[in-house]
């Protein structure tokens, strides 16, 4: 079986959802029950979340050989542009992953992002050598001290493996980062900038809790949290500022380091605070309910939103 996210489901005609913002990629998933335990994931082995939840939302399971048939024909058709395979992390995961992206390509040349728990640059290489278009290391934690209290192991070992892996496969590999896991503004733009300059693509993501994991009680980021760094990656990425020219307070931004005007023209057509990561991806409803607040923006923001977003940056 491969689970798909539900709007995925939705797009392959699997079953029908009523959405306003239909994925543009297909979300794949598979395995059940990680062997990690990260506080905020309902995969994680000491979970007791629902087996088809990640982050909020659902992925009902659908048979192998017919998923991959419909993503690749989607492709064809144009009504998805990529696929995205997220690998919970279990003994024969990169043996079912390098057979997957064959199967597939062997169907559709559909770009495809594989975000697993590789350990090794060669576990890397070997991804992209079966066709993994980006291999995705999630760091999730913005530094070392909140990698500890969500996550467990070495956030150093993992940051390393990223370096290695960026300058090994430029422009293939990419990282997720989660805002809200208890990081100041000051640790999550550090962190944001080395990625920058490594050339890793940046997921980014609003801490989402969930009932049965060890974080199901604390709270989402504040939304201005969040704006400011959706604005400064934004701003980064387009060499505009960099964290060097940032002030912070108490580990809070308070200058994005260009004139008020200059950011502001930068900022007014709301790219920055749509749906960060790889090409075509929207993940519509990741961090949200519908009708509640958006975090990611899955398609352009009208006049109206633009103008929104930037009184909730708060700077």
């Not at 992953?97 to 199967?103: E, S």
Request: with cysteine; charged share 20%; glycine share 8%.
């Amino acid at each position: 079986m491969i689970k798909c996210s539900a709007g995925t489901a939705k797009v392959l005609g699997f079953k029908e959802l009523k959405t306003d913002a239909q994925p543009t990629t297909a979300y794949l998933m598979t395995g059940e029950r990680c062997s990690h335990d990260c506080s905020f994931c309902p995969q994680a082995k000491n979970s007791s979340s629902r087996a088809d939840l990640l982050s909020r939302v659902t992925w009902p399971g659908f048979h192998r050989e017919e998923v991959i048939e419909r993503v690749a024909q989607s492709f064809v058709s144009k009504e998805l542009n990529r696929a995205c395979l997220q690998v919970v992390d279990s003994k024969n995961a990169l043996e079912e992953t390098k057979q997957f992206l064959q199967d597939l390509h062997s169907r559709s040349a559909v770009p495809v992002c594989v975000s697993c728990a590789v350990g090794t640059l060669q576990a890397v290489g070997t991804l992209i050598a079966h066709g993994a278009d980006h291999v995705s290391i999630a760091l999730d934690a913005a530094c070392e001290r909140v990698f500890a209290e969500n996550k467990g192991g070495s956030w150093a070992r993992k940051y390393n493996l990223l370096h290695q892996a960026s300058q090994a496969f430029p422009g293939k590999i990419a990282t997720h980062l989660i805002v809200g896991l208890g990081e100041t503004e000051e640790e999550m733009l550090w962190t944001v900038q080395e990625m920058l300059d490594l050339g890793v693509t940046i997921a980014l993501f609003a801490f989402t809790p969930v009932k049965g994991t060890r974080l199901e009680g604390a709270e989402p980021p504040a939304l201005e949290h969040y704006r400011r760094i959706q604005a400064a990656r934004h701003l980064m990425l387009h060499g505009l500022s960099r964290f060097e020219q940032m002030l912070f307070v108490s580990g809070k931004l308070v200058d994005f380091g260009l004139a008020r005007e200059n950011w502001l023209e930068a900022l007014a057509g709301g790219e920055a605070f749509r749906t960060s990561g790889c090409p075509d991806c929207n993940r519509p409803y990741y961090n949200e309910k519908p009708g509640g607040v958006m975090y990611n923006f899955p398609r352009p923001l009208t006049f109206e939103q633009s103008q929104q977003v930037l009184l909730e940056l708060n700077i």
